[in-house]
């Protein structure tokens, strides 16, 4: 069992950055591969990022790719997403989501997930 905690959001001007964290309770956070998923007002939750379990690997949706960065501590038990250059169409609640199957795009390739924290970009 897993048990993720999101921080971090916030109101912020476009343009600006946010980092949000994910904190995960148990001793095996370094097995799972982390994801991180947004949902926009009146829209379904989409793939943002996702972060394998040693941290050599990442994925971006094309949307955030080159804007956002996930990374992850694993002596920490924290998963990051480093958001930049920030836009109003990012505006949503932004869930964490830990897998032990192996990073995935897919909303049911993660087993455990946070309660979410808002980021609002204002224009």
């Known amino acids: 069992q897993v048990q993720l905690v999101e921080s971090g959001g916030g109101l912020v001007q476009a343009g600006g950055s946010l980092r949000l964290s994910c904190a995960a309770s148990?001793?095996?956070?370094?097995?799972?591969?982390m994801g991180w998923f947004r949902q926009a007002p009146g829209k379904e939750r989409e793939f943002a990022a996702a972060i394998s379990w040693s941290g050599d690997t990442t994925y971006y949706a094309d949307s955030v790719k080159g804007r956002f960065t996930i990374s992850r501590d694993n002596a920490k038990n924290t998963v990051y997403l480093q958001m930049n250059n920030l836009k109003p169409e990012d505006t949503a609640v932004y869930y964490c989501a830990a897998t032990p199957r192996g990073t995935s795009y897919k909303e049911n390739g993660y087993d455990y997930w946070g309660q979410g924290t808002q980021v609002t970009v204002s224009s």
């Open positions: 148990g001793r095996t956070f370094s097995r799972y591969a």
